[in-house]
């Protein structure tokens, strides 16, 4: 009996017991109190008779308890008073075992040096492949497909020439063997098949013509006929393609596409009209002969203003 009653003492003393006082004290039962935090009635029982026990205090029990003792009305110090008791003590590290700073400065250095010599062998290889790859192309061997093929540039006389140029020679070479015009027949026809067999390469870039150094400018676009019919012009030089749309005011398209690098446009009306250039950082305007600037109504490269009549002149406005 006096064992019983002291270990109840105990339970009082402790946080358990105050919580239980507590509960008591509002007229709580423990399943009532189970209900409302939405907690096991098992967890709620064991809290209060301070037997951790079964419950992983290091990640639930601390919430338990701060739960519990906040819906009671207890004081959360008295909580982490209790947690700080219950905590397992941590184990001392021990040290097995020691390096020493020279070593360890060598292990460094040596695992430095794997990795330069891995990035090294990975990497070098693949730049001079690159670097040779490049340099082993020859512009001269290449040849546009509009021009004459090298080896027939190049090429001495042909077969036929050839024979023909050494039977001419016979005579001259039984006149005077000493002579430096008369020249040993196989060596030219070596010559010429060695010209014969020369590869040739095609290529789609768009290379001059290697055979005409004075290659002819390309022509100016000639401008088109104007669009529509008034008094007052509005012309469209396009450097780049640009996509563009001059509308009139009863809703007819003077201009509707994407026009080619190069164009000149212009359209005529008596009528205001609105006009979308895309692509129009390389887009020049001109209305009624007055250069027009359009950077106060250009923006995300597409320019977008209507031309205006007023008193008889056309002058341009924003949308």
């Not at 330069?116 to 490049?134: F, Q, S, Y």
Request: aromatic fraction near 4%.
């Amino acid at each position: 009996m006096e064992t019983e009653h002291n270990s109840l003492e105990a339970i009082k003393g402790s946080l358990g017991g105050r919580l239980r006082a507590a509960r008591e004290a509002r007229g709580l039962d423990v399943e009532t109190c189970a209900h409302a935090l939405r907690l096991p009635t098992r967890v709620l029982r064991q809290i209060e008779s301070n037997e951790y026990g079964g419950i992983d205090h290091h990640v639930y029990l601390g919430s338990y308890l701060t739960k519990y003792a906040r819906y009671l009305g207890v004081d959360e110090d008295e909580v982490k008073l209790e947690l700080e008791r219950i905590r397992p003590p941590e184990p001392a590290l021990v040290a097995t075992g020691g390096i020493s700073h020279s070593r360890y400065l060598l292990e460094n250095y040596a695992r430095a040096a794997t990795y330069v010599v891995l990035t090294a062998a990975i990497v070098v290889p693949t730049i001079w492949l690159g670097v040779r790859g490049t340099l082993d192309r020859d512009v001269s061997h290449l040849s546009p497909l509009d021009a004459a093929p090298v080896a027939q540039l190049d090429a001495p006389a042909s077969g036929a020439s050839a024979a023909s140029s050494t039977l001419a020679s016979a005579p001259n070479a039984q006149e005077g063997a000493s002579s430096p015009a008369a020249t040993p027949a196989p060596q030219s026809a070596q010559a010429a098949a060695a010209a014969q067999e020369q590869p040739l390469m095609a290529s789609m870039t768009p290379f001059p013509n290697l055979g005409d150094t004075h290659a002819a400018a390309p022509a100016a676009p000639t401008p088109a006929a104007p669009t529509g019919e008034g008094a007052h012009s509005l012309v469209l030089n396009l450097q780049n393609a640009s996509w563009v749309e001059v509308t009139g005011k009863d809703g007819s398209r003077l201009e509707y596409g994407l026009l080619p690098a190069g164009s000149s446009k212009t359209y005529r009306s008596d009528q205001p009209l609105e006009v979308r250039i895309g692509n129009a950082g390389g887009a020049q305007v001109t209305l009624d002969g007055q250069p027009m600037p359009l950077d106060s109504y250009r923006r995300s490269n597409v320019a977008h203003f209507r031309i205006e009549l007023r008193d008889g002149k056309a002058a341009p406005a924003g949308t």
